[in-house]
């Protein structure tokens, strides 16, 4: 279950928001479950070959956004929260959307022409889409 996880040395971010993001991504799109149990703070530790006090952060701080629930005694696993997978997509959205436009900012690029690509962008997935069907 923990074995999919990837933890980067060379990512400039701290191990648990590394840890909390993939947690999220599993979530928003669907491999884990309300409900479903998911590895102890013990056993990701040792999987990931990090400190148990960084996986422990990882999941109060996913606990906090309401993405998890731990129960002394009987783990941690995916909070029943409905519509919780969307809620993250958003989130994974809202979080890209800012990025291109620190990213349109840097590069000295006008609101409308940002707006201009996005709509481009999505044409060409739509017709990539429509050429595999």
């Given at each position: 279950m923990?074995?999919?996880?990837?933890?980067?040395?060379?990512?400039?971010?701290?191990?648990?928001?590394?840890?909390?993001?993939?947690?999220?991504?599993?979530?928003?799109?669907g491999?884990?479950?309300?409900?479903?149990?998911?590895?102890?703070?013990?056993?990701?530790?040792?999987?990931?070959?990090?400190?148990?006090?960084?996986?422990?952060?990882?999941?109060?701080?996913?606990?906090?956004?309401?993405?998890?629930?731990?129960?002394?005694?009987?783990?941690?696993?995916?909070?029943?929260?409905?519509?919780?997978?969307?809620?993250?997509?958003?989130?994974?959205?809202?979080?890209?959307?800012?990025?291109?436009?620190?990213?349109?900012?840097?590069?000295?690029?006008?609101?409308?022409?940002?707006?201009?690509?996005?709509?481009?962008?999505?044409d060409?997935?739509?017709?990539?889409?429509?050429?595999?069907?």
């Open positions: 923990s074995g999919d996880f990837v933890i980067s040395q060379t990512d400039k971010r701290p191990i648990y928001l590394q840890i909390m993001e993939q947690i999220k991504q599993r979530v928003a799109v491999d884990w479950t309300e409900g479903q149990a998911i590895p102890s703070i013990r056993q990701l530790a040792v999987d990931l070959q990090v400190s148990v006090i960084t996986v422990k952060r990882a999941y109060l701080e996913l606990e906090r956004e309401g993405v998890i629930i731990t129960q002394q005694g009987k783990g941690s696993q995916v909070a029943s929260n409905p519509g919780l997978g969307m809620r993250l997509q958003e989130q994974e959205l809202e979080n890209h959307l800012e990025h291109a436009a620190r990213l349109a900012d840097l590069l000295g690029i006008r609101p409308k022409e940002l707006e201009e690509r996005l709509r481009q962008a999505y060409r997935r739509t017709e990539n889409e429509k050429e595999q069907v």
